[in-house]
């Protein structure tokens, strides 16, 4: 299988979980700019929506959308996702949380909202930081074991970092943590990141500058 990438995004949560999964998989970098793929190719021709996750399976399906392609993830390796009668729903519920509440809080950091609406964009995800913080058991959002949905939020800690969003000390220790971890190194390696873990190309960000 490929994963369609761009470095730092939110596909890092696949790459992250693809390895904890112990999946070989290719991996194929898109230009958010300009939506041509490493290899050349229109991205929009694979991708009509342009967004990167999306998971191109070997025999000819693709899944795009991050929950899809965590929760495909967590299906193949069951280990990255809660256990019991209602782990599956437990799941896909957090990650619906992670895309539809923190994941889009960010949108206005990164267009060209005004710079009122960044500020309230930035209020706004200190505090879903802050609610996820106190839902935190354990080491991880479930408990002693990773899950695909710490790769995602690790993913958007990375991002909350580059902007200076506040996060509490157990947030800070959950990053550290995450980040520890080999599979998250590799990743991070991969993708050109590993020497600033806690930091994404912000120079583009017109608004913080
Ligand atoms: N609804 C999509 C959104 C994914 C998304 O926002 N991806 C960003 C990177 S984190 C992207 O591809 N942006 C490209 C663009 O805005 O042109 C999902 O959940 O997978």
New binding site residues.
């Given amino acids: 299988m490929k994963l369609y990438y761009?470095p730092?995004?939110?596909?890092l949560a696949g790459r992250i979980s693809l390895h904890e999964a112990g999946v070989a998989a290719e991996f194929e970098r898109?230009d958010?700019?300009t939506?041509i793929t490493e290899q050349g190719y229109d991205y929009l021709s694979i991708n009509p929506?342009?967004?990167?996750?999306?998971l191109a399976l070997d025999d000819g399906n693709a899944i795009?959308?991050?929950?899809?392609?965590l929760e495909f993830i967590a299906d193949h390796e069951p280990t990255l996702g809660p256990d019991g009668p209602l782990g599956r729903t437990r799941l896909i519920e957090l990650l619906s949380w992670l895309?539809t509440e923190l994941?889009v809080a960010?949108?206005p950091l990164?267009?060209s909202a005004s710079r009122a609406e960044k500020a309230n964009a930035l209020n706004m995800v200190a505090k879903l930081l802050d609610i996820i913080s106190e839902q935190m058991r354990e080491h991880y959002l479930f408990g002693p074991r990773f899950s695909v949905a710490d790769a995602y939020l690790f993913?958007m800690l990375r991002w909350a970092g580059a902007l200076c969003v506040p996060v509490s000390p157990e947030m800070h220790a959950y990053f550290a943590r995450v980040a520890a971890r080999p599979t998250v190194q590799r990743a991070l390696w991969e993708e050109g990141l590993l020497d600033a873990r806690s930091l994404i190309d912000i120079s583009s960000i017109e608004a913080l500058k």
């Fill in positions: 761009a730092g995004a939110c596909s898109v958010m700019k939506k929506r342009g967004y990167v996750p999306m795009t959308e991050n929950i899809a392609v895309s994941h960010f949108r990164w267009d993913v």
